[in-house]
């Protein structure tokens, strides 16, 4: 079975601090995508970041970054000098890569609020 | 790119009332999911169409909820009757194809109250 979880249900930062969201994941599968999606007060997912599990290699995207380690199934995701804007909810996914049956599987979302 | 598109917003019902949702996906993506998301917890998915055929809908409470997708482009999702648990925000998403490497674009949902 498939299991995404994020240990953290809620952080409270500062503006201008880092913070990091923890997602650690559970699957049989060799081949996977792990995903991290933000949920503002609107509403609506917004896509950040897919991750294909051959590929190790952690990114950076602005003031975003993700730290993708398979040993431990881990896929954590950085926010270097937050803002106000980047308070929402934020669900880190798993998907497989070539599957006919379930698809997106979130975990239960950690809400973040930076502080003015 | 239009993305996708869901109504109504907010929808409040007395329990045992029935209550439709509608979703267009975005143009020529041939997958298509509703997902239920509970308050404080990760959306879950209830059914996901490949054109007009259904893939999964292992999780959809067949009793209560339906769905379709005649034509491949827009979906409803109905629930008769509506129960309190049934309260939750419904979120239509969709995707370029069941075998894309592509992520799933999700609509603004459509947020039920049931009392």
């Known amino acids: 079975a498939q299991k995404v979880t994020q240990a953290q249900t809620e952080i409270s930062v500062v503006e201008k601090e880092d913070v990091t969201l923890d997602c650690v994941y559970e699957t049989r599968d060799t081949t996977y995508y792990l995903f991290w999606y933000k949920q503002p007060p609107s509403g609506e997912l917004v896509f950040l970041i897919r991750?294909?599990?051959?590929?190790?290699q952690n990114e950076i995207s602005g003031r975003y970054s993700w730290n993708f380690q398979k040993s431990t199934s881990s896929f954590n995701f950085t926010i270097t000098a937050s803002q106000v804007v980047d308070s929402a909810v934020y669900f880190c996914?798993?998907?497989?890569?070539?599957?006919?049956?379930?698809?997106?599987?979130f975990g239960p979302g950690t809400r973040l609020s930076v502080l003015p | 790119e239009a993305g996708v598109a869901q109504s109504p917003r907010y929808k409040i019902i007395e329990k045992r009332q029935s209550v439709a949702f509608w979703c267009n996906p975005i143009?020529?993506?041939?997958?298509l999911y509703w997902y239920q998301q509970i308050l404080g917890q990760g959306p879950k998915l209830l059914i996901q169409f490949q054109n007009n055929g259904v893939v999964d809908d292992s999780q959809l409470p067949k009793d209560r909820f339906s769905a379709e997708r005649l034509k491949g482009v827009d979906s409803t999702l109905k629930i008769q009757p509506a129960k309190l648990e049934d309260s939750a925000v419904y979120l239509c998403?969709?995707?370029?194809?069941?075998?894309?490497?592509?992520?799933?674009?999700f609509g603004q949902g459509t947020r039920l109250t049931v009392v």
């Open positions: 991750r294909n599990s051959f590929d190790e």
């Open positions: 996914a798993l998907r497989k890569r070539d599957n006919y049956g379930q698809n997106f599987v």
């Open positions: 143009s020529g993506h041939a997958t």
């Open positions: 998403a969709s995707q370029g194809g069941l075998r894309s490497l592509t992520e799933a674009f």
